[in-house]
């Protein structure tokens, strides 16, 4: 296949971006959308110029870290595929394809098709985890946990913090990645004593880097992982409940 | 040639580890915020060290390449995680995980190491589910089992197929407690170019920041490397893309001794690959063959559908060879029984590259549903890459670099042949023999980061209590600053004609034709001709464009390949010196009738620990002699 490229360049997170056009010629359709740009950048290698920035590690899914923005979706067309995953079976010879990075305020552009995420750690950081020391640890099977719950749970954890819920949020909203920490946590008897810190304190972090929640619901649509927007609501009825102190009840 | 000491404690081996416990010196706890400790690798090992030594009150400098420290490759780990709990009642136990890994390991392992590990982990399980890691469960609520290859109980606890992610988003977020707490600092998109030397200790590391480009020195009471293994050296790998050996390369080159490095695993259930241009290789899971029956047809001119291939003319190789473990036969074995068939020319797919992985019988025996329960995410995952549907057609595998047992040479202390440099996770040698089994690597992972550095290592700072750390001034990381200035100045200025990626997939082909599966003596000496001639033509030939002073991902791969240029050149004289057959170690001269690796342990029973001489030509050779005195050496058997 051929394909044209209109990609975002931008060599600092300074420097004004500007769109440049790149052809892409023989393209498996069994290749990845990742190895297409590989290609696009051993060729523009071979002309002297410097290689399209992008974000990108494991290959298969999993790590988080790649991630653009495809024709103006978060991860290009296909539903529930991160960017490493998605095929070039799901384009067609000869189409255009515009290439942004993440857009949202909470994301600056580091160059090109890459941007700087750490807000996310700082969410975490702010009490995204269950405070237990190494060896302080009862036996695994004292706490038995219904297999209903430690699914739902499983569902909220599956986020991989790649950022396309803030990215195709129109207020660039974090709260898809937050609710599914939150709720992941606070949902499981481990997590119960530090449950209203916790939305408290993840929530007014969020806030500090991100935009508001208006329940657009895109970030759900855009979540490779099928995060669901269920947990958002978990997340608030806890900042509630921590808001009204002294009321705090599971 | 020395002979190396493993420091391994007197003492019968079910309480030495107890034992050693009280015998290492400690550090009174209000003594240890005076040590600073630097962890280079923010995986499994990293992470679960520098928040369990944050915890403990060392002051912890972490850093990660990576723009987070949830991003390391651990993640990708699928399957699962052993731990000895025998939850299940079927006999498991502490020994029995310990017997099959030191079996597994083809009996290249050091009996304390793996003991110890069996030890801990149960340990493992009860830290990451106090964490929140939402392991799989059975209705009653209670922790639910897999098994996995080369074991014949039920002790590798999940959760679906992203047992790797939940651990690392676990260790993560301990970590991420500490940074909060102050006790670690963490330095993200911060890669490891050089180790710091004085006097023999290693003191700190210089860094180079990959947004900015900014080197930077960071010195320390001790160095801990948790950086992972080296598979990328195929090119091809079931491997991140930025996985790579030059954190243990460099500290190699400063005088770590390197063991084992022809010990590599290529895992059997990878997707083949489809052309000339792929990246990488993605693993499917092994659990998979849990449930998964694996074949090819009796005739290598097989021309029907899948469908239409009636049972007799299928081969279920691994069931045919191997009827007591059939499918579930540890890896090497597996891996080797499947380059027999596609070498037979019986291989399936496009390409004949592969062999199927068919879950038909499965699905018609538990239903759609139950086998979607258990393996939905793969399948899913498999349809993405492949766009074929599993539940309909046999999936297609073939093995791929995975894991490497080799790394740097540690101790009982997992300590260097450097004092106060460390190895933790995939980057030492120490527990897996010649072969990993399936979910041993996070154990060994959290094992080694969660319950054995921590301790081990306040036995190496007590001592200097009172001593001031070694200043970023000294000469020493002059030395190192300049090295790794003079290093991205020379490969901007070679100006030549081939892209970093291009040398380092024709390096992968000569490592995977000459030590990948097989290996023999011509093939390695001319693996041993070829890498140093390519190398050269890539010292004068690569073309590095951009600056050393932003984002230049060009730049940070050149390092890393000329580094794996030397290590590939170190893997194969190291196979080619071990004259026999041992797990993923397959030297075609050395084996049975039967065509199974034949072990030579009059010869071969020790550790090869390689040290950096100056020139990668004539490293200087050591040995660690294995001393079995719990285990007897016998033939493995999975038939």
Redesign the interface.
């Known amino acids: 296949m051929n394909l044209t490229l209109r990609v975002w360049r931008q060599?600092?997170p300074d420097a004004p971006g500007r769109f440049e056009t790149y052809e892409a010629r023989d393209v498996?359709p069994?290749?990845?959308f990742?190895?297409m740009l590989?290609?696009v950048?051993?060729d523009l290698?071979?002309q002297?110029?410097?290689?399209i920035?992008f974000?990108?590690?494991?290959?298969?899914?999993?790590?988080?870290?790649c991630g653009m923005m495809i024709n103006g979706q978060a991860h290009g067309p296909?539903a529930?595929?991160a960017t490493c995953?998605l095929?070039m079976?799901t384009f067609s010879d000869g189409d255009e394809i515009v290439l942004e990075p993440w857009r949202a305020t909470g994301f600056p552009i580091?160059?090109d098709l890459?941007v700087?995420?750490?807000a996310?750690?700082r969410i975490?950081?702010?009490g995204?985890?269950?405070?237990?020391?190494?060896?302080?640890?009862?036996?695994?099977?004292l706490?038995?946990?219904?297999?209903e719950t430690?699914?739902l749970?499983?569902d909220a954890?599956?986020c991989?913090?790649c950022g396309a819920c803030v990215a195709a949020c129109p207020n660039g909203a974090a709260q898809l990645f937050t609710s599914a920490k939150v709720a992941?946590?606070n949902m499981?008897p481990?997590?119960q004593a530090e449950r209203y810190d916790r939305a408290e304190h993840m929530v007014e972090v969020m806030e500090e880097h991100f935009g508001s929640c208006t329940n657009m619901g895109e970030c759900e649509a855009a979540c490779p992982k099928g995060i669901s927007i269920d947990f958002i609501a978990m997340m608030n009825k806890d900042y509630r409940k921590a808001k009204f102190r002294g009321r705090r009840s599971a | 040639m020395t002979v190396l000491d493993s420091r391994v404690p007197d003492g019968p081996l079910a309480t030495k580890w107890e034992d050693h416990k009280f015998d290492m010196k400690l550090v009174n706890p209000n003594n240890k915020r005076k040590f600073e400790i630097i962890v280079v690798g923010t995986g499994l090992a990293g992470a679960s060290a520098a928040a369990t030594l944050g915890e403990l009150g060392y002051r912890v400098k972490a850093f990660t390449y990576h723009d987070s420290a949830r991003r390391a490759h651990s993640i990708a780990a699928q399957g699962g995680i052993n731990a000895a709990k025998n939850y299940h009642g079927d006999g498991d136990s502490v020994y029995r995980l310990f017997y099959d890994t030191i079996k597994g390991g083809d009996y290249r392992s050091r009996e304390a190491n793996v003991h110890r590990l069996a030890e801990v982990s149960n340990n493992i399980i009860d830290q990451c589910v106090a964490q929140g890691v939402p392991f799989a469960r059975e209705y009653g609520g209670l922790l639910d089992n897999r098994s996995f290859g080369g074991a014949q109980v039920s002790r590798t606890f999940y959760a679906r197929g992203q047992t790797g992610q939940q651990l690392l988003l676990g260790a993560y977020q301990a970590l991420s407690r500490q940074v909060k707490a102050g006790s670690v600092e963490l330095h993200t998109n911060q890669e490891m170019l050089e180790l710091v030397v004085v006097d023999g200790h290693a003191v700190g590391i210089v860094t180079r920041d990959l947004v900015t480009g900014e080197i930077t020195r960071h010195s320390a009471h001790a160095v801990v490397l948790g950086t992972g293994g080296y598979s990328n050296a195929f090119y091809l790998s079931t491997m991140a893309m930025s996985c790579n050996a030059t954190a243990i390369w460099r500290a190699h080159r400063k005088g770590a001794f390197f063991a084992n490095p022809c010990y590599t695993q290529i895992h059997p259930t990878a997707i083949p690959s489809s052309d000339e241009f792929q990246s990488k290789l993605t693993l499917m899971s092994e659990s998979l063959r849990n449930d998964g029956r694996i074949w090819v047809p009796k005739d290598p001119d097989e021309s029907r559908a899948v469908a239409d291939i009636p049972e007799q003319d299928r081969d279920y190789y691994l069931e045919r060879k191997y009827p007591s473990f059939g499918n579930l036969a540890p890896r090497d074995i597996s891996s080797r029984a499947a380059k027999v068939v596609v070498d037979e020319g019986r291989g399936v797919g496009p390409l004949k590259n592969g062999v199927y992985l068919d879950f038909a019988d499965a699905i018609s025996r538990l239903g759609r549903e139950a086998v979607a329960d258990k393996y939905g995410n793969l399948f899913d995952m498999y349809e993405r890459i492949t766009g074929e549907n599993p539940y309909e057609v046999p999936m297609r595998i073939y093995p791929a670099p995975h894991y490497t047992m080799g790394g740097l040479w540690v101790d009982y202390h997992l300590q260097t042949t450097i004092p106060g440099l460390f190895a933790i996770g995939e980057a030492n040698f120490s527990d897996h023999g010649a072969n990993r089994l399936g979910a041993s690597a996070l154990m060994q992972g959290l094992a080694d980061g969660y319950f054995v550095l921590p301790y081990t290592i306040g036995d190496y700072l007590a001592p200097q209590l009172g001593q001031p750390k070694v200043e970023v001034t000294a000469p020493e990381f002059d030395e190192a600053e300049a090295e790794v200035r003079g290093r991205i100045d020379h490969y901007l200025g070679v100006g030549g004609s081939r892209s970093v990626d291009w040398f380092h997939r024709e390096l992968g082909k000569i490592l995977w034709d000459y030590c990948g599966m097989g290996r023999n003596q011509a093939g390695l000496e001319k693996a041993l001709s070829e890498i140093p001639a390519l190398r050269e033509e890539f010292e004068s030939d690569v073309r590095v464009l951009g600056s050393a002073e932003s984002l230049n991902s060009s730049l940070e791969k050149v390092g890393r390949v000329a580094d794996t240029f030397e290590l590939a050149e170190l893997m194969c004289r190291d196979a080619l010196t071990r004259e026999e057959s041992c797990g993923g170690h397959f030297r075609e001269e050395h084996q049975t009738e039967e065509g199974e690796a034949q072990r030579d342990d009059e010869n071969f029973a020790h550790v090869t620990a390689w040290e950096w001489s100056g020139d990668s030509a004539s490293p200087n050779e050591h040995r660690e002699a294995l001393v079995y005195e719990e285990v007897q050496l016998t033939t493995r058997s999975y038939k």
């Open positions: 060599a600092g498996s069994d290749s990845s990742l190895e590989d290609l950048n051993e290698i071979a002297g110029e410097v290689p920035e974000m990108h590690d494991c290959r298969e899914g999993i790590c988080g870290t296909q529930l595929t995953q095929h079976r580091i160059k890459v700087d995420r750490s996310f750690d975490i950081e702010s995204g985890y269950v405070t237990v020391d190494t060896n302080s640890a009862p036996d695994a099977n706490i038995p946990i219904p297999k430690a699914d749970a499983m954890a599956a991989i913090g992941q946590l499981l481990q997590g």
